[in-house]
């Protein structure tokens, strides 16, 4: 659902800012940083990029048919309107 690259930089942000004696700990703290911060982001109400571009393009779809349905709804009721 999130990049990984991002999530990689920002652990590894915060992995430069700790102090010395915890960057010696190494890549256990380095693996915790990174399941936190993914724990973290999934407890997140949020969307992935690529739903929200598919949402998006359905939402244009679904705007252009609309514009379509009022246009045709006009021209009939311009045709009903000329019969009276």
Do not use: C, W, Y
């Amino acid at each position: 659902m999130f990049d990984a690259k991002k999530i990689e930089q920002l652990a590894k942000q915060i992995h430069e800012s700790m102090p010395q004696p915890v960057k010696d700990l190494g890549a256990d703290v380095d693996q915790k940083v990174r399941q936190v911060i993914q724990g973290q982001l999934s407890k997140l109400d949020v969307v992935s990029r690529e739903e929200f571009e598919v949402q998006t393009q359905v939402l244009l779809r679904t705007r252009q048919k609309l514009n379509e349905m009022e246009s045709k709804l006009a021209e009939i009721e311009a045709k009903l309107s000329e019969k009276d």
